[in-house]
């Protein structure tokens, strides 16, 4: 072990005192020293100790001196890199300069005036480096702030009552909220300073009622008549001496620096980031992002503890606060609804983007969801969108970037509810609500207070056979995994950024807690003095593993059950508008396309064959030689050498192409290539394609209620499923994919995939291992989800690799399937 001037010898092994660990032995501070963290660090207290010895302290300043002042004055003894004014107080400043040449220069000099006024001039004090390890200071306070909730929770008497204890400890305080109105004050000061006649105005939790300790505040800072100012300026600056302002003329107007009428976002912003970072007090990390969806201005405040972000461009969403206050006034059951609902998804991890975007729920979008929901109840407890326009009256009328805004300014105008379920019923109906919601058929519209079919939002079908050029669509929603419509925006699906995973995890744990809110440790209150109503509810989620039982004893059995999603954003364009004109027709045709991409996975991709179930009749209980069924996919294989051209298409895996980049792949099988055809061009063709497979099977078959379903019976003679991430990582790295470490999702490239499943059956060019298995298909929809359910069963498994391999298929599978539909 080397020695390093940061690691000391302890009692216990080692310790980094830059990066403030322990370390237990001499490899492992070797890996330390090396690693990232601590040559950050390393790098960090080397820029600022060079930061340090460049700089001087200024004091003797007054209040009002810009750092502009101090960059002219101190560029004599050598170029300025940056100047530190102190906000607070503005008596000092930090010069900082290139060379540390230039501060002997300074201190050389016994006398220095700036502006007639006398400066102090010293060296800048070196300051001991110190890491603040903020992250487990935060965990450790959340985790404090849950177990008093949960005692104060557990003391109340119903779960009425916990859930407006659950508002009084989440929301803002009055001190809080003073301080973001002090705040936003201060700011409307300093940016009319700069930017005359600026407004800015909060929005969002700050001022909707729903916020909670140190949430975000949003702020929109209007320029529009920023912007009409200037243009008067610069007119009447064309005729000197007539009309010009104050603000105009001032040297110091940043107004002068910039055309408001041409500049970009990006400038702007850049312009309210150095306004916030060198004249607010207290606000520091300071970020312009321009080119997020809204771009915006990151900023911390330190006193009172939070995280703003400025945006220029963002009326509407002036307008859904007022809404959502107009809400929370209408029905008191709102707002400890949402709170609840809000911090039960945060501790499930499904809500809560720490950076904004992100695969989780925003709270904007979960709080819309709640008030759907709400409006969805028999009888409603809010009223929607659109009926609250019809109770507006004509002052009240609002349309913003053409959307109609209007809605009564006055909860008064709007007739209360005749609904009395109270809060522990509304939760409950909450979860069994969306447990089983039909995302994928459905869009959410507060609007409309019901779900719309997802098809009324397709483009329309193309032009038949004029020719005729069909009119632009006009830009519907971004048709997620959820979609949940913006109350007036209504090409804005709030939910857009919204992962799969998300929305099964988010409707998995509203069937827990539906099925928790059905037993008695929800309702009552535990005599023994034991958690019971939200405090189980708020438990954080813990990983689980699949096919395991919750508790000990508990064990589920496990289903060979897997499903393939209908995602219409999934599918191409074209599917899409024969799908948006099938009406009610759309899952049959849907179904269609998913069996023969699945048959086309099984066997192409993962080179199963097909075979028959009565070959394997009894095989899993007797446990009958393997021969039998090596023999029928030898002869499975011999049909694809050479002979008869149908069966050779059936029984052998082939190699065709699913799409362009299917080319790339060499095909030892070139002969047998088949196109893939939808359902659009070749309506009949999944069943021809069934009927070569599976000549025994029935054509065309039905589920008991007329829905329809599908079989197939497989044999697979490799372990298609071992090994594959690294076999992939190689094949990507050979290819030169520099991204070849940060790797494939499984079942992401179709011909990636059919690549890999090649390198691993030509390693065992005499392979012994053997799983047969049926599989079952249903197009299931309605009111449900709708999904092609796939149900496995076994037919012979002698080396007990069946649920390796099921593991496996179940991410692969509806993933691989999904690539081919998007073809
Ligand atoms: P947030 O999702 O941040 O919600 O959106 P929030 O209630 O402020 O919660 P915090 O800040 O995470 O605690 C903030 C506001 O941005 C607008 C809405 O006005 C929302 O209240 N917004 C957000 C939109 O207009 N559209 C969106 O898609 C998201």
Same mark, same amino acid.
Not at 680 to 683: F, V
């Given at each position: 072990m080397e020695a390093h001037p940061d690691i000391q010898t302890t009692q216990k092994g080692f310790r980094c005192t830059l990066c403030d660990v322990n370390l237990p032995n001499g490899p492992t501070v070797d890996a330390h020293v090396k690693g990232r963290k601590h040559q950050n660090l390393f790098r960090l207290r080397a820029t600022r100790k060079e930061q340090v010895q460049n700089s001087v302290f200024v004091s =003797?300043?007054?209040? &009002?001196? %810009?750092s502009t002042h101090l960059i002219n004055y101190f560029q004599q003894f050598g170029p300025v890199e940056d100047v530190i004014m102190d906000k607070e107080k503005g008596s000092y400043a930090i010069v900082e300069f290139e060379e540390q040449a230039s501060v002997s220069a300074v201190l050389q000099r016994s006398e220095h005036v700036m502006n007639g006024l006398k400066l102090r001039i010293k060296q800048r004090e070196s300051k001991e480096f110190k890491v603040v390890l903020k992250r487990k200071q935060d965990a450790k306070n959340a985790h404090v702030n849950l177990d008093a909730l949960s005692q104060e929770l557990c003391r109340a008497a119903s779960v009425n009552e916990q859930m407006l204890r659950v508002v009084e400890s989440f929301q803002l305080n009055e001190n809080e909220r003073n301080g973001r109105e002090l705040l936003v004050k201060l700011l409307q000061e300093v940016f009319t300073e700069f930017l005359p006649d600026c407004e800015i105005h909060p929005f969002g939790s700050t001022v909707n009622t729903f916020g909670v300790h140190s949430c975000d505040m949003d702020l929109f800072l209007d320029l529009e008549k920023t912007r009409s100012f200037q243009a008067r300026s610069k007119t009447s600056s064309e005729q000197p001496g007539e009309g010009q302002s104050e603000d105009a003329r001032s040297e110091d107007s940043i107004l002068s620096d910039i055309d408001l009428s041409t500049a970009t976002a990006a400038e702007v912003l850049e312009l309210v980031a150095a306004v916030l970072r060198k004249c607010v007090p207290g606000v520091h990390k300071v970020q312009p992002l321009p080119t997020a969806r809204l771009p915006v201005v990151k900023f911390s405040h330190r006193n009172l503890n939070l995280h703003g972000d400025i945006t220029i461009k963002n009326r509407l969403a002036l307008r859904n606060t007022r809404f959502l206050q107009l809400c929370s006034e209408l029905d008191s059951r709102l707002r400890p609804l949402v709170f609840t609902v809000r911090f039960w998804a945060k501790q499930k991890q499904l809500a809560g983007n720490p950076f904004g975007g992100g695969p989780l729920l925003n709270n904007y979008a979960l709080t819309l969801m709640v008030m759907f929901f709400l409006q969805n109840r028999s009888p409603p407890v809010l009223p929607s969108v659109d009926q609250l326009k019809n109770m507006a009256c004509e002052e009240e009328e609002c349309v913003i970037e053409g959307w109609d805004c209007t809605f009564p300014s006055q909860a008064i105008a709007v007739p209360p509810s005749k609904n009395t379920e109270d809060l522990c019923t509304l939760l409950a109906a909450f979860f069994s609500f969306y447990a089983t919601f039909d995302f994928s058929a459905s869009v959410l519209s507060v609007r409309e207070a019901r779900p719309v079919p997802i098809t009324s939002f397709l483009p329309p079908a193309a032009p038949q056979s004029d020719g005729a050029r069909a009119p632009k669509p006009p830009a519907g929603p971004r048709l997620g995994h959820m979609t949940v419509l913006d109350p007036f925006e209504l $090409? +804005? &699906?709030?939910?857009?950024? %919204?992962s799969e995973r998300t929305l099964k995890s988010f409707q998995r744990e509203c069937a827990d807690a539906e099925k928790y809110c059905r037993s008695l440790q929800y309702q009552r209150k535990s005599a023994k003095g034991k958690s019971w109503g939200l405090v189980r509810l708020f438990a954080p989620r813990c990983p689980t593993v699949p096919g395991a039982g919750g508790k000990p004893g508990e064990g589920k059995e496990r289903r060979l059950e897997l499903s393939v999603p209908f995602r219409l954003a999934a599918l191409p364009d074209a599917v899409q508008r024969q799908l948006g004109t099938a009406g009610e027709r759309f899952r049959e045709q849907w179904f269609a396309m998913v069996r023969v991409a699945l048959e086309r996975v099984f066997q192409?991709? %993962? =080179?199963c064959s097909p075979a028959q179930e009565e070959e394997f009749e009894g095989q899993m209980d007797t446990s009958a030689s393997s021969d039998t069924v090596a023999m029928d996919t030898a002869k499975a294989e011999e049909a694809s050498r050479g002979g008869d051209q149908s069966e050779a298409a059936a029984a052998a895996p082939s190699c065709s192409s699913? *799409?362009?980049?299917? *080319?790339s792949v060499t095909s030892p099988q070139a002969g047998q290539k088949r196109a893939f055809t939808s359902v659009?061009?070749?309506?009949a063709s999944p069943q021809e394609k069934r009927r070569r497979l599976c000549p025994a099977e029935e054509e065309e078959e039905e589920g008991a209620d007329g829905a329809p379903s599908a079989s197939w019976c497989w044999v697979q $003679? +490799?372990?298609?499923?071992?090994g594959r991430r690294k076999v992939r990582r190689d094949l990507l790295k050979a290819r030169g994919d520099s991204d070849a470490g940060a790797c494939q999702p499984e079942g992401g490239g179709v011909a990636m995939e059919l690549l890999v499943t090649r390198h691993i059956t030509a390693k065992q060019p005499d392979p012994h291992d053997l799983v047969a298995f049926k599989v079952g298909a249903d197009v299931v929809g309605g009111s449900e989800n709708t999904r092609a359910v796939l149900r496995f069963t076994p037919l012979c498994d002698h080396k007990g690799h069946f649920q390796d391999f099921f593991h496996f298929l179940e991410i692969f599978l509806p993933k691989t399937t999904e690539a081919f539909l998007g073809k």
């Open positions: =003797g300043i007054k209040p &009002n001196t %810009l $090409r +804005h &699906n709030v939910a857009g950024n %919204l192409e991709v %993962l =080179g699913a *799409d362009a980049s299917f *080319d659009e061009t070749s309506p $003679r +490799h372990p298609v499923w071992a």
